[in-house]
């Protein structure tokens, strides 16, 4: 990009970190943004309202549709390119982890050659870069349309791709979708699985009986990316295993909340369990919390708040809940270690990975949401039996409790061969533009595997690292990152679309 395209490049960039897009809030404000900048640079542009039954996430979601070119109309021949980038993001979590950015996500920040903001790599700035390569083509003859669209609901089910593939609204021949790949062609990546347990109770009122000193446990982690979980640090796992300790100790609690993460693809960064003592035991236990933590180097992962009971009755959760709860988490966390005996060194990590993401306690019922990110080579229906038999096990043993499991998610995985005209095309554009024409297998998933399920050739590609970075604090994208990238993209346009 020359000087003035630069300038331009980094005022949309920060404009558009500054929208706040979290899934769940919706993405009406940045996609009229998107299509506003679409319009600017000659694009036939339309908004697509994408509805949903999801009761916990906003109505206001919207993929957005830029066309250069002459759409074909024929929808048995599949023409033309289509860029897709999703425009949602996670949530910040801990907003003081943010230091690059002065404790604001939404504040995009350029130091030494890097732009720091939620949803610079993970993915609002892939298009951009995008956008200013189609903005090229604007004034020349296309043989071939140039779809751009901006998706909604990615990182909570991908429903605005989905949407969009059922919607039949483009027919492309060839589908670049953009998330951060270190400028490597994905052509493969794991499929991801995501399971709900479901704990039900009846909750009666009932007197303190002697349990009249509260204790709010918070526990403070590190988020990363639910298909690098080794990265993070995951603050319900660290509550429920200090809580273990403290019962193996001696301690008899009596529960009343229990909560944590903020969508299951994180690893999550913070978790609360609020529970009771007797006044006998207050003293030792806040002696155990300050000599656990100070033994272990674990001052700053976790805080306890004390209050007492007041004069009226607590509603207490059910006995067994805890105990119950612990074995799914144990559960999971041995299947996690039997998935980890098969490797295939193409990916990194290595491994299926399982990641406990969000644990949310409502009326009557306790969800704990895990991730699975499956190798290819794994089989899905083993695993779910697996799955169901040793919930329905644990079940058995808590009679008063309803526990159920559903997999409430499946995305497939991605699996385009390594001489595939848009695999081989890609390769030359990236050789063409001087990048390293790698390829590349990718942990995490993506909106492709849907193109892909659907028949279409797709593949993934974006600026900026994912490992370490996506789904964490300090997110951030390369400035020499995203130049080459719009340099690939003008490339692939030519060879795709002239």
Request: hydrophobic fraction near 35%; glycine fraction near 8%.
């Amino acid at each position: 990009m020359n000087t003035s395209s630069l300038k331009r490049f980094l005022e949309e960039s920060k404009r558009m970190i500054r929208i706040n897009s979290v899934s769940a809030h919706g993405n009406e404000e940045i996609a009229n943004y998107a299509a506003a900048l679409m319009q600017d640079r000659g694009l036939k542009t339309q908004i697509q309202h994408v509805t949903h039954s999801n009761e916990e996430i906003s109505k206001r979601q919207f993929n957005v549709i830029g066309i250069l070119g002459d759409p074909l109309s024929d929808r048995k021949i599949r023409k033309g390119l289509l860029l897709n980038t999703h425009l949602d993001t996670v949530s910040p979590g801990i907003i003081q982890n943010w230091t690059e950015t002065d404790r604001d996500p939404f504040a995009a920040t350029l130091k030494d050659g890097k732009i720091y903001g939620l949803g610079t790599a993970d993915v609002k700035l892939d298009f951009l870069c995008k956008l200013h390569a189609v903005e090229k083509f604007r004034e020349r003859k296309l043989k071939n349309p140039i779809y751009l669209v901006g998706t909604c609901g990615e990182e909570i089910g991908m429903f605005g791709v989905k949407y969009l593939i059922k919607s039949l609204s483009l027919n492309p021949k060839y589908v670049l979708v953009g998330e951060p790949s270190d400028l490597k062609v994905v052509y493969a990546h794991k499929c991801l699985n995501i399971y709900r347990v479901s704990i039900g109770y009846q909750m009666v009122e009932r007197d303190a009986h002697g349990f009249n000193r509260r204790i709010d446990l918070h526990a403070f982690g590190k988020s990363a990316h639910s298909s690098y979980p080794h990265l993070g640090t995951n603050a319900i796992l660290a509550c429920v295993r200090f809580l273990h300790r403290a019962i193996d100790y001696g301690f008899e609690m009596r529960f009343t909340r229990v909560d944590g993460g903020d969508t299951v693809n994180k690893v999550p960064d913070l978790s609360l369990v609020q529970f009771y003592l007797t006044s006998h035991q207050f003293e030792d236990f806040k002696r155990f919390f300050r000599d656990s933590i100070k033994g272990e180097g674990n001052e700053k992962a976790f805080r306890v708040e004390l209050g007492g009971v007041g004069d009226a009755g607590v509603r207490f959760l059910p006995d067994p809940l805890f105990p119950c709860l612990t074995e799914v988490v144990q559960f999971f966390e041995q299947l996690s270690a039997e998935l980890e005996k098969k490797k295939d060194d193409t990916y990194d990590p290595d491994i299926s990975t399982v990641n406990f993401g969000q644990l949310k306690q409502k009326m009557g019922l306790v969800e704990m949401h895990f991730d699975l990110r499956l190798l290819p080579d794994i089989p899905l229906k083993e695993i779910q039996d697996k799955i169901e038999n040793g919930i329905q096990s644990i079940s058995t043993r808590y009679p008063n409790l309803n526990v159920s499991v559903v997999r409430e998610r499946m995305n497939p995985g991605l699996n385009m061969g390594l001489h595939d005209p848009l695999v081989t095309l890609c390769k030359d554009a990236m050789a063409a533009v001087g990048i390293e024409p790698d390829l590349s297998k990718k942990a995490t998933s993506t909106e492709a595997a849907q193109y892909f399920q659907a028949g279409y050739q797709a593949v993934v590609f974006g600026p900026g690292k994912s490992h370490g970075n996506s789904h964490s604090p300090n997110e951030n994208n390369i400035l020499e990152h995203l130049e080459k990238a719009v340099s690939f993209y003008e490339k692939v346009i030519e060879k795709a679309c002239l």
